[in-house]
């Protein structure tokens, strides 16, 4: 049995009877939906015979194993000139539910045979390399026409699908065309698609999303002892009696993160689907819509938790009309939210799809792409880029529970660390459960149902709003204020700010936004990265609420808050003001922050002008906080190089530029010079050295390196996940 295997529906054990069996979805006619495509071609024309071009391990070009990464990423429909006999190829990979009917039109010249997952599904033409057109424009004189093509079921698997095109040209005048669209009968599909964020990955990033059934294959399953094993497992065996128990883990190739990473580069991301797995629930009647989109990676290497797999997740909220209203993003143990419009999207045609930014190395998801702190630093930038990924619907669920399907599965997407349980946030050794099952500290091994699967719209209905996460209150200049106040940050000296103007935020300072949420009753203004030299002038003046929102009564006191990072003495201030009675037409008030700014508001009741009361904060709260990156590394150098080792030496930085002791260091070599660019492509030397005090001097010897000439760099790392820049370059030749 291979990866291409269907699915079987295998009964659970008796502690999972408690699951609800998968219903089978049904879909009433409605207008087929096009899949997103990304299409790959052959780079150049193939000149031999009709059986077309093997990869190196002998599979053929249409096999959904055929390695295709060397071939040119491709746009439908695909156009030229050609004036030979010959032939194009073409392969695209697309997830199917397991349920959806699927069809194909075509449209080319001269004819094609078209295949999936190696099957022939049809050859239309006049022959092979023979003038003419499928479903060709008026002009083509010998136009084969045929209707729409169902694709049979049989041919397809639930998950990775692949479609192969032949398209043939004859020795004739003049041209070369293909267009394929494949659409699906789903509306839920449609639905999922209508939403399906763009991730946004840091340019070191290594792993994508992927489909599950290859890293499965190429795993072993273990039960908690150790004492029994399964290799190649497939998908119906994580539901079997014999393996889905919470103490199974799935043991993935490779051992430790340099190791991980290089099985996931040359066996795994080559073959496998990039993809986005999604859940549609729907509260009881005509209610509101929770979509979910769950992303599985290879590995997690975060600096202070790494597990072998990840799940990962976010989910938009619509109304009863099926209208966006917020979004909701994991990140770590918890998640924020917020209201669509304050959402980054990317348009396309009349869709908005929201942007999410990955973090790098811990993949939680974030809207913005600034640092976090939640334990560790969170990095999504700098971001290398923005892209869509194929959508895979989850089988149909009942109560918020899964079935006899791989959902079901209760055990560990990840070797087991090397203790049973680990606390909350280094948790991490051990591989996580799946999206439906989860577990808490200290009872890691009795899983129970997500609160996000259990019940999506109470879990991210009880999720702080972005702005006001922990995540952005530490490191960051936040100001939060109640209707009436509105609030408005001038930088000095650059005379940039932050305010409301027009019906709108208005912003000119360098990752500042503006909050204006109707439904806390508060405005905030959030500096993601103040400049540590610039003082940031704070005006709060009244403003009339917002639509739906009555003013504070007379005797309310209002509360606001501010946050912003003192360097000067290493800690996060957070400060919190109770002003009572009516902010009136005319009061303003005044507060400058700055590097040891004890922080007064100046209030003006009246608004001529006058000071008439100075405030200090009521309460003041500084937390010590690591908010400067590890010194780079100037001085790398090559002591030897034999056929057998390289000799690196440096000076070692510090955790705070170059004080203290960094926590880590990243070695990368390549065959080309390492620049911010190429690092992501460079390959890791995995190395067990340990930084010593800052000033002190390092050796490293780098062992099987093969002989040729390389480039390598470093960075270096602290304890919250902070890294250097890149350090200089050195050129080294092994014999």
Not at 110 to 125: E, F, S
Not at 697 to 710: C, D, K, P
Request: glycine residues 8%; proline residues 8%.
């Amino acid at each position: 049995m291979d990866r291409w295997c269907a699915v079987a529906s295998v009964s659970l054990l008796t502690w999972l009877a408690l699951l609800a069996p998968a219903a089978a979805s049904r879909h009433a006619q409605t207008t087929p939906t096009p899949l997103a495509l990304s299409w790959k071609k052959l780079p150049s024309v193939w000149m031999g015979d009709q059986a077309g071009p093997r990869d190196a391990g002998g599979y053929d070009w249409h096999h959904p194993l055929f390695d295709d990464s060397p071939w040119s990423d491709v746009a439908l429909p695909d156009r030229g000139l050609d004036l030979s006999a010959d032939d194009r190829y073409y392969r695209a990979r697309f997830a199917w539910d397991g349920t959806s009917s699927l069809s194909m039109s075509v449209a080319s010249d001269d004819g094609l045979a078209v295949y999936v997952n190696g099957n022939l599904l049809g050859a239309w033409g006049n022959g092979w390399r023979q003038p003419g057109c499928v479903n060709g424009a008026a002009t083509c004189a010998r136009s084969t026409e045929i209707p729409s093509q169902a694709i049979p079921a049989a041919m397809l698997r639930p998950g990775e699908n692949v479609i192969a095109v032949d398209v043939w040209n004859a020795a004739t005048c003049c041209f070369y065309s293909l267009d394929v669209t494949l659409s699906t009968d789903n509306p839920d599909q449609a639905l999922a698609d209508r939403f399906a964020p763009y991730l946004a990955f840091h340019r070191d990033e290594d792993y994508r999303p992927i489909e599950i059934t290859l890293p499965l294959r190429k795993a072993v399953l273990l039960n908690a002892a150790g004492t029994m094993t399964k290799t190649q497992p497939a998908l119906d065996d994580l539901i079997s009696p014999e393996w889905n128990s919470p103490t199974t883990s799935i043991d993935l190739a490779g051992r430790g993160p340099g190791d991980i990473r290089q099985v996931y580069r040359r066996a795994i991301q080559p073959y496998v689907l990039p993809l986005v797995y999604a859940r549609i629930y729907r509260a009881a009647g005509a209610g509101p819509v929770a979509i979910q989109y769950w992303f599985y990676y290879y590995d997690n290497p975060g600096a202070c938790n790494h597990h072998e797999g990840d799940w990962e997740m976010m989910q938009v909220v619509l109304d009863e009309r099926q209208q966006p209203v917020y979004t909701a993003f994991a990140q770590h143990n918890g998640g924020s939210r917020r209201r669509w419009e304050d959402v980054e999207q990317i348009r396309v045609g009349a869709e908005d799809h929201p942007v999410v930014y990955v973090a790098l190395g811990s993949h939680a998801s974030y809207y913005k792409p600034y640092f976090n702190l939640l334990g560790c630093f969170d990095r999504p930038s700098p971001v290398r880029e923005r892209i869509p990924l194929p959508v895979q619907l989850l089988p149909a669920d009942a109560g918020g529970s899964a079935g006899g399907n791989w959902l079901g599965f209760a055990g560990r997407w990840g070797a087991q660390g090397p203790l049973p349980c680990l606390p909350v946030v280094n948790d991490g050794d051990d591989g996580p459960r799946g999206p439906v099952w989860g577990s808490a500290w200290p009872n890691c091994d009795r899983p129970n149902l997500r609160p996000q699967w259990r019940d999506p719209l109470a879990w991210s209905d009880s999720l702080a709003w972005d702005e006001d996460a922990t995540h952005n209150r530490i490191g960051k200049l936040r100001v939060s204020v109640p209707v009436p106040i509105d609030v408005q940050v001038l930088e000095l000296p650059a005379l940039k700010y932050a305010r409301w103007k027009d019906g709108k935020p208005d912003v000119s300072i360098r990752s500042a936004e503006y909050f204006d949420n109707a439904a806390t009753g508060r405005r905030t203004i959030l500096i993601h990265e103040p400049a540590p030299a610039s003082v940031y002038a704070v005006t709060l003046r009244h403003r009339a609420p917002a639509a739906g929102l009555g003013a504070p009564a007379a005797s309310q006191v209002l509360t606001i808050s501010l946050s912003y990072p003192d360097l000067q003495t290493g800690v996060a201030v957070s400060a919190v003001y109770s002003i009572a009675g009516v902010w009136g037409v005319s009061t303003t008030a005044t507060i400058s922050v700055y590097q040891g700014s004890p922080l007064q508001m100046q209030i003006d009741r009246g608004g001529n002008g006058l000071i008439d009361q100075r405030q200090a904060p009521d309460s003041r709260e500084q937390i010590p906080v690591d908010l400067i990156p590890p010194g780079t590394i100037t001085d790398l150098a090559v002591l030897t190089a034999t056929a057998e080792t390289v000799v690196l030496t440096w000076t070692a930085p510090g955790d705070d530029g170059m004080s203290g002791q960094a926590s880590g260091y990243d070695i990368r070599y390549h065959m080309a010079p390492l620049t911010e660019t190429t690092w992501v492509s460079a390959q890791s030397i995995v190395h067990a050295l340990t930084p010593s005090a800052a000033g002190m001097r390092e050796v490293l010897t780098v062992s099987n390196l093969g002989a040729g000439t390389y480039y390598i760099a470093m960075r270096s790392v602290d304890d919250v996940y902070q890294s250097s820049t890149l350090s200089n370059l050195v050129r080294v030749t092994v014999p």
